[in-house]
């Protein structure tokens, strides 16, 4: 069965291992160098130890002084000699001390061969004490005895050094490393999760990140400022995400486009098949009522009542016209305007109502507004739609306020109007529904005006939105492309 490890466990396990024998092989080499270290610095004391007992016996040997020899090797004998041995120029013992005397593979023989031998002869081994009944590892040293101003070797003497000390230092060093060895592989370990988290974390958060664009969002942003690969990375993540929000956003207006496109033919059938089936006879009835109204034996009442069909059957008129305009794809007459202007002429168109109601007018037009090239009169109904609907929805004495500005966005200059009011207002949730053909929150109309207005804004290849303003009342905001200067 395959076990799934995370990136960072196994960061960590690989520098563990290799932190550990990395740790372990320098304490080896280190090890070895110190050992090697301290056994040659007890040589050279066994040699200082055995030059200094030779001198100290020199005369008493030339002169054959066996007992003079041996007490002076007793005095020298302790835990670290074990002891010294004395050999004359033909190798035969001449002195030592009493306690080797019983050992006669070390007592007897003489490791030094030849009259001119002049090296030292080195032996590590273990000695067997028979008064104590106990291993001893011993440093067996020999070394040459030489009279002054003479060339001829005279002997040589050899001891026995106890080993016991070294081995102590020995393990005392090798103590010392090993404590050393674990408190590096600790720190070693220690930098190791802290760099596994450095280095885990932003591809742990890059990870998720991905999980969650496959899952369709894309608004995430990855937080990382590192100037390394990871953060290029990072900022190429953000790219990526960014780039795919953008293009969801428009394949969704590209949607939004098209289900409005099929909207407005299933609309244009009906429209269509609703003018041929009612015009035609509605025309009749007009003509009709025309004809009766001629008659001047009719009464005032029945005028009256005629008077009042004519005026449903205008209605139907306008109401079939208004259909048949928003269903229908015109084409647009462009030309230079200046928006104050158009807006100046739609608010003339509602003056009235605006006396009628004692609405006040609030004007906020920034200077130098380059003009567009727009359809005029197709700006003005959009304009004039818009402040109708803010007349009915203020109460009497209430305000309407009209801004104009230019913006720049992308690098293109763009005209931006707001006609805000402080009516009724209406919920955030009908904020998009209110540019749908035949929503209205209204109790008359058909509710077209604000879907035939987003129509023409969108030919201008600009936008119409709802806007969140403070206090009551609506706002709408409304953006034209494109303008040269004055």
């Known amino acids: 069965m395959q076990v799934r490890m995370a ?17 372990g092989f320098i304490l080896f080499v280190i090890g070895k160098r110190e050992v090697k270290a301290i056994f040659e610095e007890e040589k050279k ?34 835990d670290k000699l074990i002891y010294v041995v004395i050999y004359d120029r033909k190798r035969r013992p001449f002195a030592a001390n009493s306690h080797i005397k019983d050992y006669g593979d070390i007592y007897h023989q003489s490791n030094l ?61 090798q103590l010392m490393l090993i404590v050393i060895g674990l408190g590096g592989l600790l720190i070693g370990i220690l930098g190791a999760i802290f760099l596994a988290r450095r280095i885990t974390g932003p591809i742990k958060k ?26 290029h990375l990072a900022q190429n993540f953000n790219e ?25 033919a299933s609309v244009g059938r009906i429209a269509a098949g609703i003018a041929h089936e009612i015009r035609n006879p509605l025309t009749s009835v007009k003509l ?17 009542h005629l008077s009042i069909s004519q005026e449903g059957i205008s209605q139907i008129e306008n109401f079939i016209k208004e259909l048949l305009n928003f269903t229908r794809i015109s084409e647009l007459n462009l030309n230079r305007f200046a928006v104050e202007q158009i807006i100046e002429e739609s608010l003339k168109m509602i003056s009235n109502s605006l006396e009628l109601k004692n609405i006040g007018l609030e004007k906020d037009f920034q200077q130098q507004i380059p003009e567009v090239i727009v359809d005029g009169d197709k700006l003005r109904q959009v304009f004039l739609n818009i402040l109708r609907n803010a007349c009915e929805a203020v109460d009497e004495g209430g305000k309407i306020t009209i801004s104009l500005s230019c913006l720049e966005d992308d690098g293109s200059r763009k005209t931006k109007i707001e006609i805000s009011d402080d009516g009724c207002g209406m919920p955030e949730e009908d904020w998009e529904n209110i540019f749908e053909p035949f929503y209205t929150t209204k109790s008359s109309g058909i ?9 023409i804004i969108e030919q201008h290849q600009g936008s119409i939105r709802v806007k969140r303003k403070e206090g009551k009342g609506a706002c709408f905001e409304i953006i034209i492309p494109g303008g040269e200067e004055k």
């Open 7 to 23: 990136l960072r466990t196994k960061f960590m396990i690989s520098v563990i291992l290799l932190l550990s024998f990395l740790v």
């Open 447 to 455: 509710g077209l005006g604000l879907a035939n207005a987003r129509k």
């Open 113 to 173: 061969s030849g009259e001119e031998e002049e090296a030292y002869f080195f032996e590590s081994k273990k000695f067997k004490d028979k008064e104590f009944q106990q291993m001893i590892r011993i440093l067996e040293i020999e070394t040459p005895i030489y009279a002054k101003g003479s060339p001829i070797r005279w002997g040589s003497i050899k001891i026995g050094l106890s080993l016991k000390d070294m081995r102590v230092e020995i393990l005392e060093t």
């Open 45 to 78: 004391k066994g040699i200082l130890i055995a030059e200094k007992i030779a001198q100290m016996n020199l005369q008493p040997f030339i002169h054959w002084d066996t007992t003079g020899v041996e007490e002076s090797i007793e005095e020298q004998i302790d």
């Open 240 to 264: 990526m995400s960014h780039q795919l929000q953008m293009t969801k956003e428009r394949m969704e207006a590209a949607q939004r486009k098209l289900i409005q496109a099929e909207k407005l």
């Open 206 to 231: 890059l990870a998720e990140g991905t999980v969650k664009i496959a899952n369709g969002d894309f608004s995430q942003k990855i937080n990382i400022d590192s100037q390394d690969e990871i953060g």
């Open 288 to 304: 009709n009522i025309q004809k009766i109204l001629e008659n001047d034996e009719l009464e005032e009442i029945e005028k009256d």
